[in-house]
């Protein structure tokens, strides 16, 4: 091991020394004996101009570098320093590419020595971490970095970063560093050399292992906890707190100087009431009433009163998790009793020790699987959920997951990792719970299941209850993609692949007798599945392209109908029952080799055993979809959805069901006494009409109240309606998305950016994110979009707050759940409202559902559909009291047509004012 590692940093002129990018600053920072010992920095003469968003980025100027040295002067000092040395950096390959070329350039030896990269070890050593971003990594280990993109501050944080990682790893159990030297191998850099070294160490002297992690069947894990149960005997004297002074004395009496919050008493009286009278409830919670405490407080008295369990289900992970991490928490302060809580997630998302303890067995090279699998090595010293959320997998990772994640629910006890086992431990916690925490996705697992998922329950809540329909369309629906369906096939693999078919044969003596023959025929039918496979999806993409030829988009959607006779739609039918009965012979040689393993001895057949059994469900469960796909009714609308830039990657089958609502009734709401619905957008022009028809409601039997927000918008809020942007069928599509590219502008100059712009059309955002950008009239801001700026919402989010002058630009999912409070975001543009395209599969079904049955498709679906968005992106405005914003609408539609007003009356009474691009720019300087 060499005894020196020297941590290098530059700032160049642009991204290629082939390019003639050069260097203009240059830092080192020298480690030796687990210490800094040297520093050196500095700044380099490129002769060639700094470009104007290098300097801003930088902050170093032609005139900053003019008296600077060459880069062949400072030569020999820099080999001089790296000699017999580890090179580091933050992104490696970038700083020795760059180093590499000038050193060659000016006549000096290449570094020939180790290179090790610390976005590579923070990766791994680091699995839950949100961002690798050196500034991000920095924060999160409290490193002071006050000069971002400067070579000396980068290099000196990337160094302490660095002596951080060295020291987690020496402290790491044996076996663990053992696994992770082997795994190492297969990365970027030469991490292997360090961590053979550090073993090597280790070796020689041996530490106890710490309390905190214990060995179970070769993986060090996080020793957990024995559960004490927290009391739960009902207090005699206990009563729900019905007045407004007994409520407020438990807010002042907690530890977290809780404040009431106008409207969120009526909500927990609500609650109560609901539970106590056994009726449904919808409660539209206007923002900042404080609806998660506002149904968890009765929700926690209910429960204890009556010694019953309540359900808490949200719509997305996030709010579960801060539900438990942050609300709970916040509830045991106010209560006068102590109340056991859980969160429980579907069996999938919690990782089976036993499948991942097996992979580490296997050998793959492949980048994505060997950095996950270090990964989670890491990860389980420190999980006490082996929950996947917890993780920042690549896609890559993503699906290596799928092949370690829990597969068979509950272990027997006699399993050797029942103990152990975190999807058994979260269910343990789950069965004992007052109040427990679940997602709408596995609440409807146990609704289709019949109950069979979650413990039994009789009251629930759903948060984010806007979007129960839509959930129970997707989860009673059927998808298929390629990728996937690949990836769960390939577990199984060739023979010569060395997967759970040759692991299977190896194990079992059964098959000596005629292998070669059994082994053909096994090899023979697996390829045929996978050919057929393909073959199904290459016949998708041509009936999407034939049923969509007239559509000029790279991506397409094409509705498959049962009732056609045309040559596609055979050859599309005939190839899904050639898959089915290829499926059925897999399913069946799996079968017969599962009932030949679990007779075998030992531990390992049960292993094999589990491994095959899951598998077999994965080929019935794939049998039935394609099956549902192609036999089930008009009550379902089928489509294909594919990309013609990446067509068998990214296509995809659906079947989904026009309507949930019947279901719901049936097999949901009629068997609980008691399901509060909440959400701040359940109303559409001041009705509840459309959400209780939609989830199959009964209206008389149902209590509604709508909570209006206490903000004072009247006074913080304008909206104004943009009288001087063109219809959008009076022009062409790139005339119009230049006339809104040139508004955003203008605005944002007179908003100083801070602005969310929302499109319904993702192509419509590329295009005007483009024209923007490339007119240079906003070089001061930073312009960040979906789906081309990399990363995911709350990351793009979080980038967007970074930035005093910034756009956000987004799509979708950015209509809601976008929390940016304060002077973060003052203003918000609606490029078009929110209206389903009518050619979407499941808008279209609907629509002709509605009509078939007499009814009215645009007021009865689409306009309420587009209400309850609008109002979801009017929410991202204005998230506490002292927010102050503007709204621009630039959809004529929306004061012009008779359906206009349905969108102003939905939301809170603001000042609304049409004017020009000039009025506009005027009022908001003055506004703001």
């Not at 059994?613 to 959805?641: I, M, N, P, Q």
């Amino acid at each position: 091991m060499a005894k020196k590692f020297v941590v290098v940093d530059l700032e160049t002129t642009g991204n290629s020394p082939k390019k003639g990018d050069r260097i203009i600053q240059i830092a080192a920072v020298v480690i030796e004996g687990g210490k800094i010992s040297d520093t050196y920095t500095s700044l380099l003469n490129p002769l060639q101009p700094i470009p104007p968003f290098i300097s801003e980025l930088t902050g170093l100027s032609d005139d900053d570098v003019s008296e600077a040295p060459l880069f062949s002067e400072i030569a020999p000092k820099i080999s001089s320093l790296l000699k017999d040395a580890y090179f580091v950096a933050h992104n490696v390959l970038f700083d020795l590419g760059f180093l590499q070329e000038e050193l060659i350039l000016c006549g000096e030896e290449s570094f020939a020595g180790p290179v090790l990269d610390t976005v590579e070890m923070a990766r791994f050593l680091k699995p839950s971490a949100d961002s690798y971003k050196l500034a991000d990594l920095a924060a999160g280990e409290g490193l002071s970095h006050d000069r971002p993109h400067q070579a000396d501050s980068d290099a000196t944080v990337t160094a302490e970063l660095f002596l951080l990682f060295l020291d987690k790893l020496k402290k790491l159990p044996e076996k663990t560093l053992g696994q992770l030297a082997l795994l190492s191998e297969g990365l970027k850099s030469d991490i292997h050399l360090l961590l053979h070294s550090i073993g090597s160490i280790k070796v020689t002297d041996r530490g106890t292992l710490p309390d905190s992690i214990v060995y179970v069947n070769g993986l060090a894990i996080k020793k957990q906890e024995r559960q004490m149960g927290d009391k739960t005997s009902t207090e005699a004297s206990l009563e729900y707190p019905w007045s407004d002074s007994d409520k407020q004395k438990f807010f002042s009496q907690s530890p977290y100087r809780l404040v009431k919050r106008e409207g969120q008493f009526e909500m927990m009286d609500e609650v109560f009431h609901s539970f106590q009278n056994g009726t449904h409830a919808l409660i539209e919670a206007g923002t900042g009433i404080g609806k998660s405490l506002g149904y968890l407080f009765p929700a926690v008295y209910f429960s204890r009163l009556h010694a019953v369990r309540v359900i808490i289900s949200t719509y997305t992970i996030q709010l579960q998790e801060q539900l438990l991490a942050k609300e709970i928490p916040l509830l045991s302060g106010m209560v006068p009793f102590s109340f056991k809580s859980a969160m429980l997630k579907g069996k999938n998302n919690y990782i089976s020790l036993s499948r991942f303890a097996k992979s580490l067995e296997e050998e793959n090279d492949n980048y994505d699987i060997v950095l996950a699998k270090m990964q989670i090595l890491i990860w389980l010293l420190d999980t006490d959920h082996g929950d996947r959320d917890e993780l920042n997998l690549s896609s890559g990772g993503q699906l290596y997951w799928n092949t370690i994640r829990n597969e068979k629910g509950i272990l027997r006890e006699q399993d050797p990792w029942h103990e152990h086992d975190f999807y058994n431990k979260a269910r343990k916690k789950a069965d004992e719970a007052d109040i427990l925490i679940t997602n709408h996705s596995l609440l409807l697992s146990d609704v289709e299941s019949g109950g069979n998922v979650l413990p039994a329950y009789s009251f629930a809540i759903l948060d984010e209850g806007h979007h129960f329909e839509k959930a129970s369309a997707g989860h009673l629906g059927i998808r298929l993609d390629y990728l996937s369906i690949r990836l769960a096939l390939n577990q199984f693999g060739l023979y010569e692949q060395r997967q759970l078919f040759y692991k299977t044969v190896s194990a079992l003596s059964q098959f000596q007798n005629g292998k070669k023959m059994q082994i053909q025929h096994i090899n023979d039918l697996f390829a045929d599945t996978l050919y057929d496979l393909d073959e199904f999806f290459k016949i998708s993409i041509a009936y999407a392209s034939k049923a969509a030829k007239k559509n000029s988009s790279k991506k397409l959607k094409a509705v498959i109908y049962r009732h056609e006779h045309n040559r596609e739609w055979q050859a599309l039918n005939n190839a899904s029952e050639r898959l089915i009965f290829r499926l059925r012979d897999l399913s069946g040689i799996v079968q017969s080799m599962y009932d030949k393993a679990i007779v075998l001895p030992g531990r390992s057949s049960a292993t094999l055993g589990t491994e095959l059994a899951a598998y077999k469900e994965e080929l019935e469960g794939l049998r039935a979809k394609f099956t549902g796909v192609f036999t089930s009714g008009d009550e379902f609308v089928k489509w294909v959805e594919t990309d013609l830039r990446v067509p068998q990657n990214a296509t995809e089958i659906f079947a989904m069901p026009v309507t949930v609502s019947e279901t719901l009734s049936k097999k949901f709401f009629s068997l609980k006494k008691s399901v509060v619905l909440t959400s701040a957008t359940l109303t559409v022009n001041q009705s509840f009409s459309y959400m209780i028809e939609a989830l199959g409601l009964e209206p008389r039997y149902v209590n509604t109240i709508s909570i209006p927000s206490p903000f004072n918008y009247k006074d913080n809020v304008k909206l104004f309606i943009s009288s001087d942007v063109p219809e959008i069928n009076s022009v062409s599509q790139d005339s119009y998305i230049a006339e809104v590219s040139a508004r955003i502008i203008s605005i944002c100059e007179a908003a100083k950016g801070r602005l969310l712009v929302l499109f319904t059309s993702h192509d419509m955002l590329k295009k005007t994110f483009e024209l923007v950008k490339e007119s240079g009239l906003l070089p001061e801001y930073a312009l960040i979009a979906q789906g081309i700026t990399g990363g995911s919402r709350s990351r793009l989010t979080r980038n967007f707050q970074k930035y005093d002058k910034a756009v956000l630009f987004g799509t979708n999912s950015f209509w809601e759940g976008v929390d940016i409070p304060g002077e973060g975001l003052s203003c918000l543009i609606v490029v078009r409202l929110p209206f389903s395209s009518p050619d979407e599969p499941l808008t279209k079904a609907k629509c002709e559902q509605i009509e078939k049955n007499g009814g009215r498709p645009f007021s009865e679906y689409s306009l309420p559909e587009a209400v309850l968005r609008f109002k979801q992106g009017f929410g991202r405005l204005i998230r506490t009291d002292e927010d102050r914003g503007v709204i621009v609408i630039f959809d004529k539609r929306i004061g012009a047509s008779s359906y206009g007003k349905v969108f102003l009356q939905s939301i809170p009474e603001i000042p609304i004012k049409k004017a020009d691009i000039e009025e506009l720019v005027n009022e908001i300087e003055k506004w703001l």
